[in-house]
């Protein structure tokens, strides 16, 4: 089994970065991790994935070049580094850990078995 903690959510202006952070516990090693992120009346919507070592990332359209996954296996760790923020990137933001090991980046959640609970992130005009 895998827990995900989120945090680092909260309340910045258009323009500004935040930086997510997703602490596991159990055996994480070997899997591929991505953030998520829901709306209100929207479906849950990928983000970005890691390889199980980092090497190998895979980002949305709507975010690539503004949003980082990053991982550090030894704590355990993925981050979400979030630069130009926009009104419309304002959701709840989640961690996910595939149910498999060894894989490469995902974009489905079908293939991610375990989930945070998530953070918030609001951003401000």
């Known amino acids: 089994q895998v827990q995900l903690v989120e945090s680092g959510g909260g309340l910045v202006q258009a323009g500004d970065s935040l930086s997510l952070s997703c602490v596991a516990s159990g055996r994480t090693f070997g899997r591929t991790m991505g953030w998520f992120r829901q709306a209100p009346g929207k479906e849950r919507e990928f983000l970005a994935s890691s390889s199980w070592n980092g090497g190998i990332t895979l980002y949305a359209d709507s975010v690539k070049g503004r949003f980082t996954i990053s991982r550090n296996n030894a704590k355990k760790t993925v981050y979400l580094q979030m630069n130009s923020l926009k009104v419309e990137d304002s959701a709840v933001y989640y961690c996910?850990?595939?149910?498999?090991?060894?894989?490469?980046?995902?974009?489905?959640?079908?293939?991610?078995?375990?989930w945070g609970q998530g953070t918030q992130v609001t951003v401000s005009s």
């Open positions: 996910a850990a595939d149910g498999s090991t060894w894989g490469g980046p995902e974009s489905d959640p079908g293939n991610y078995a375990f």
